[in-house]
């Protein structure tokens, strides 16, 4: 069967935006999601000198963390509204100033009350305007390469924490905590706002459709958000998010008191302690499936893809599970956890606009990115909530389990025809 007819990850028969400016625009697009990552994944280094200076107990610290996420999640529609009012220059830049911001501010807090409101709320709006706001932009300018595109600016934000974890980390050490939040703030801030001013949209930037190898067809039609809120397809897909973001974070979430629990996070593997490398290795392939997979669905399509990878989550965990007690493989399978789980932040924006289209691409996945909130929300609580009240880890990995085979099935069960049937 002719494999274009059968892929309906793209729309197709649409001119390409020219090669070199799309390209730029990935570039800088990758550089505001790396100003903004530190917040939410270098936070774990600051908890322990914050509730020292605060004087307050963990568990009070962390609503913190937890107000960061839901911000960035739940206010992305009106985020990505105004985007698309605005344009991406001024609002991304706006973003990337008040994530940086939100760290300079901290560095002065003397209650956890400042903290949450500069931290948290600042943090969280900041971060959650650039994130939307670069997605959008992406699936704009790679009508054909959606999938990697997206991938790639996901792979900044998962993995832009590499570049300053151990920088950090020393200037914590040698210069305390106040003078790294501002100094590093201020970085963030500079670089990503000088990032985003060449930001723009594509309008008018084409170049003839065999410029590219895979150029589509036919461009799905636009739906305004309004519209697309009506139809059972979306609902679908963002049931479908909500279940993978809730597996995966139900596990990674948990892994440091599971990996003690199960005898292996001491446990030297390579000469490194089993949970540090487990979280290094980690890192690295949440990083890597976010454009691999996104590249793979650009040619094998959107729902085959999300299939292989959702089971391969499934899998990776049953094994996890199974040889709980054998630190190499612990190590081993959480990379492939991680691997089978990343991938949700590229094929799930790119379906989305390849269904929806792209003029309100930006608003359309400000409310899909919903569905990570309410991951986010479910998995940790639920999975620490599960295990306090049956005392194992055994029900949590299985509800885990579940849900990821479930969506794989869903994906290549019901959406595909779904999305075969909405595009006609």
Excluded at 299 to 317: I, Y
Aim: aromatic share 12%.
């Amino acid at each position: 069967m002719n494999s274009v007819a059968e892929n309906t990850s793209v729309p197709t028969a649409v001119a390409l935006p020219a090669a070199r400016d799309r390209w730029i625009q990935l570039a800088l697009g990758v550089l505001c999601m790396m100003a903004i990552s530190s917040p939410q994944y270098v936070w774990t280094l600051f908890t322990k000198p914050l509730a020292a200076k605060l004087g307050v107990p963990l568990s009070e610290l962390q609503v913190t963390f937890s107000l960061l996420i839901v911000l960035q999640t739940f206010f992305s529609p009106f985020q990505g509204a105004l985007i698309e009012r605005f344009g991406p220059r001024r609002l991304i830049a706006l973003g990337t100033v008040l994530s940086g911001l939100s760290w300079v501010l901290a560095a002065q807090v003397q209650s956890v009350g400042l903290l949450y409101l500069s931290y948290g709320v600042v943090g969280g709006l900041g971060t959650g305007i650039v994130y939307v706001g670069v997605v959008g932009q992406m699936v704009r300018w790679f009508p054909d390469r959606r999938g990697l595109a997206v991938g790639m600016v996901a792979a900044g934000y998962g993995m832009g924490a590499i570049v300053t974890t151990f920088p950090i980390a020393s200037a914590l050490a040698g210069k305390g905590l106040e003078t790294t939040l501002w100094q590093f703030g201020l970085l963030f801030a500079v670089i990503g706002f000088f990032a985003s001013q060449g930001l723009r949209s594509p309008h008018g930037a084409v170049a003839p459709v065999h410029a590219a190898a895979h150029a589509p067809a036919k461009a799905a039609p636009d739906v305004p958000t309004r519209q697309m809120l009506r139809t059972p397809l979306f609902w679908l897909l963002f049931a479908m998010m909500t279940m993978m973001s809730t597996s995966g974070l139900m596990v990674t979430s948990q892994m440091a008191t599971f990996a003690k629990d199960f005898g292996v996070a001491g446990v030297t593997v390579l000469g490194m302690a089993a949970l540090p490398l487990a979280l290094t290795l980690d890192r690295f392939t949440n990083g890597l499936t976010r454009p691999l997979f996104g590249w793979v669905s650009d040619r094998w399509g959107r729902e085959n893809t999300m299939c292989f990878a959702f089971a391969l989550e499934g899998v990776a965990m049953a094994l996890w599970l199974l040889t709980r007690e054998n630190a190499v493989l612990f190590v081993l399978l959480s990379g492939v956890v991680f691997l089978g789980w990343g991938e949700i932040f590229s094929l799930f924006p790119s379906t989305l606009t390849d269904t929806f289209g792209t003029r309100y691409a930006t608003t359309n996945y400000g409310w899909l990115y919903i569905s990570q909130g309410i991951g986010s929300i479910l998995g940790g609580p639920l999975a620490a909530l599960m295990h306090e009240q049956l005392g194992s880890w055994i029900p949590v990995f299985s509800v885990a389990i579940t849900l990821d085979v479930v969506t794989a099935v869903l994906a290549i069960a019901v959406l595909k025809p779904a999305r075969r049937r909405y595009l006609g």
